[in-house]
């Protein structure tokens, strides 16, 4: 009696036996079955395949239209937020030239040379006032520089 083979079970004739033409027909018929079968499988897996590509290519084309649409909204936003920007800057560097005017006043009524100096600054309390530049005289109650 003939071996057979481990996947298909086709026949494998003893050394001492001739091949019989029933025997290779046999194979022949397991190997012709298992090749449809393979063929009909590759198929099915083309077919789904080409399925998944062209679902592929329609969730890329969505995707790319996606993020080109939020990128011109981006751009819009970034271009009103500039304008915002600008225009609140040039509010704010306004107010910011007057302020430090307004310091520079102050700064050169109290911390010049007094005696010589017409304008008088006159405080009541000191509390909370911290001298950075300048001595402060307790006896004549004035800053001298």
């Known amino acids: 009696m003939p071996d057979r083979t481990k996947n298909y079970q086709l026949p494998l004739p003893l050394e001492e036996e001739y091949y019989s033409i029933a025997v290779v027909n046999e194979t022949t018929e397991k190997i012709d079955a298992q090749l449809r079968v393979n063929a009909?499988?590759?198929?099915s897996l083309r077919t789904d395949l080409t399925s998944y590509a062209e679902q592929l290519t329609e969730s890329s084309q969505e995707l790319s239209s996606e993020i080109e649409?939020?990128?011109a909204d981006l751009n819009s936003l970034s271009g009103q937020?500039?304008?915002e920007v600008g225009e609140s800057l040039t509010g704010?560097?306004?107010r910011v030239t007057v302020n430090?005017?307004?310091i520079a006043t102050l700064w050169d009524a109290?911390?010049?040379n007094i005696t010589g100096n017409p304008f008088t600054v006159a405080f009541s309390s000191l509390s909370g006032i911290t001298v950075t530049a300048g001595v402060w005289n307790a006896a004549k109650?004035?800053?001298e520089c």
């Open 100 to 102: 430090e005017s307004k």
């Open 92 to 94: 704010l560097t306004g």
């Open 81 to 83: 937020i500039s304008t």
């Open 141 to 143: 109650a004035r800053l």
């Open 69 to 71: 649409e939020l990128r």
């Open 110 to 112: 109290i911390f010049t």
């Open 40 to 43: 009909d499988e590759a198929e």
